[in-house]
């Protein structure tokens, strides 16, 4: 399994954004990563500069928003939506997007229900909650 580190991430994202501007062929990853990139223009300065961007500290202290682990999590959910798992997940995050009449504003809604997910995870010591996790996407998709 591959598990890629932050400077692998944040290579990903920048050399993605490069054949992105560029108009160069991009494998399937990179063209779902493109996508997102292109959904956050405020994040395009900060993915142009690669030595900048291996260099960047986003700490929660620091209040900057990390626009790779943000990308990321758009990734996740892709993914996630693209294998149906945890099952249930795909029609969710369609009946959010169709609620909000928009995919991006729902992916940000899902990315709150993961964070919740993965910071209880890490508070309580268990593992992930993908039931729990998929009904706080359902909440959202329903109110």
């Known amino acids: 399994m591959f598990q890629p580190n932050q400077a692998d991430v944040r290579r990903f994202f920048c050399g993605a954004y490069a054949k992105y501007r560029e108009g160069a ?3 399937p990853m990179e063209a779902i990563a493109t996508r997102w990139i292109a959904e956050h223009p405020e994040y395009h300065a900060e993915l142009a500069d690669v030595a900048a961007a291996l260099a960047a500290d986003y700490a929660i202290a620091a209040g900057r928003t990390n626009p790779f682990l ?15 798992q945890p099952t249930g997940i795909r029609q969710a995050v369609s009946l959010l997007a169709a609620r909000r009449n928009s995919l991006h504003a729902a992916h940000h809604e899902v990315m709150d229900c993961l964070g919740e997910m993965l910071w209880t995870s890490q508070r309580s010591g268990l593992p992930p909650d993908g039931q729990a996790y998929l009904e706080a996407v359902r909440r959202r998709a329903t109110t």
């Open 70 to 84: 943000h990308l990321a999590m758009h990734l996740s959910i892709e993914e996630q939506c693209s294998i149906d």
């Open 25 to 27: 062929p991009v494998d």
